[in-house]
Nanobody, 124 residues
Framework: QGELVESGGGLVQAGDSLRLSCTASGRLFNRYTMGWFRQGVAKEREFVAAISWLNDTTYYADSVKGRFAISRDNDKSTSFLQMNKLQVEDTARYYC?????????????????WGPGTQVTVSA
């Protein structure tokens, strides 16, 4: 999938929205499942959302379901994570990953490559 680069993070207030982007530089973007994970300070990396290249099936962590939406634009080799109604608990560094697989996409070890991440900080 080449290089992955996330963007769109920032400092916002609780209740605000942000849209993260993850752009891939390699080819065959449309054959990769794209996932978003996050890692807070002193916490383990956790699954947030994923979108399969097969039928664009989406997956969400319970903590973000109904607030976050993942999408992809294959022409732009970009995955998006729309985050609404942000909460202080959403504060973390957000990483995107690319995976050949279309199952078990909530597992970190399924992903073949990662971007450097983008910081999201939500203040009360």
């Amino acid at each position: 999938q080449g290089e992955l680069v996330e963007s769109g993070g920032g400092l916002v207030q609780a209740g605000d929205s942000l849209r993260l982007s993850c752009t891939a530089s390699g080819r065959l973007f449309n054959r990769y499942t794209m996932g978003w994970f996050r890692q807070g300070v002193a916490k383990e990396r956790e699954f947030v959302a994923a979108i399969s290249w097969l039928n664009d099936t989406t997956y969400y962590a319970d903590s973000v379901k109904g607030r976050f939406a993942i999408s992809r634009d294959n022409d732009k080799s970009t995955s998006f994570l729309q985050m609404n109604k942000l909460q202080v608990e959403d504060t973390a560094r957000y990483y995107c990953g690319a995976a050949w697989k279309t199952d078990a996409v909530t597992r970190e070890d399924v992903y073949n490559g990662w971007g450097p991440g983008t910081q999201v900080t939500v203040s009360a």
